[in-house]
Nanobody
Framework: QVQLVESGGGLVQAGGSLTLSCLASGRTGANYYLGWFRQFPGREREFVAAITPSGGETYYAASVEGRFTISRDNAKNTVYLRMTSLNPEDTATYYC??????????????????WGRGTQVTVSS
């Protein structure tokens, strides 16, 4: 069984930065995509960013492109989400997600196999 555990959430002022981390443990396999989704109160989770198993390709939602950076350290089984130029509209619960696949429809929540419990990010104005 794969377990994903997020860390790094918290309170930050608008314009500030925050880095989320997610440690993956268990049998992830070689072709393990990692990603981040977020959820606003009363709404479904939405795609934020994804990274291929090798780390060679990254994908972003338009709302975070240029401000957020996803990366991974396969030796540490960890994925990161560096968030800069944060604004109050980024306030949400952020979820780490993973999936074993040769190809992935990464923007779809249903495509992913495993989920963390989430970490809260609050951006004050």
């Amino acid at each position: 069984q794969v377990q994903l555990v997020e860390s790094g959430g918290g309170l930050v002022q608008a314009g500030g930065s925050l880095t989320l981390s997610c440690l993956a443990s268990g049998r992830t396999g070689a072709n393990y995509y990692l990603g981040w989704f977020r959820q606003f109160p009363g709404r479904e989770r939405e795609f934020v960013a994804a990274i291929t198993p090798s780390g060679g390709e990254t994908y972003y939602a338009a709302s975070v492109e240029g401000r957020f950076t996803i990366s991974r350290d396969n030796a540490k089984n960890t994925v990161y989400l560096r968030m800069t130029s944060l604004n109050p509209e980024d306030t949400a619960t952020y979820y780490c997600t993973g999936a074993s696949a040769s190809w992935l429809n990464y923007r779809s929540e249903r495509a992913w196999d495993h989920w963390g419990r989430g970490t809260q990010v609050t951006v004050s104005s």
